[in-house]
């Protein structure tokens, strides 16, 4: 297996106190999408900060402890954490 190299954007991000979606996603290892699903489904998700008329952001803090408190609170494997769990499926149409 090959070591990652170091993304040079990651440097970026560690000195940014507030995070585009797009970051947040990078930050996290997940697909942009997914952020707002997170967001959409769990009430202690840090909240969208408006700087802008089109720029939102987070607080890199608020999702550095959202992140802690759901390592704290996973049951997954340890070095794991389950960001959301998947629901059984789409409903079935009757």
């Known amino acids: 297996m090959k070591e990652e190299e170091a993304d040079p954007e ?44 089109t720029l939102l952001v987070r607080s890199r803090q608020k999702l550095e402890i959202w992140l802690q408190a759901q390592t704290q609170e996973s049951s997954a494997p340890e070095g794991r954490v389950v960001l959301f769990k998947r629901g059984r499926g789409r409903p079935r149409k009757e």
């Open 10 to 53: 990651d440097d970026d991000l560690g000195s940014k106190q507030f995070l585009r979606k797009s970051e947040q996603a990078r930050w996290l290892g997940v697909n942009p999408r997914t952020i707002t699903r997170i967001a959409e489904r769990d009430p202690t998700f840090p909240p969208e900060i408006r700087l802008s008329e």
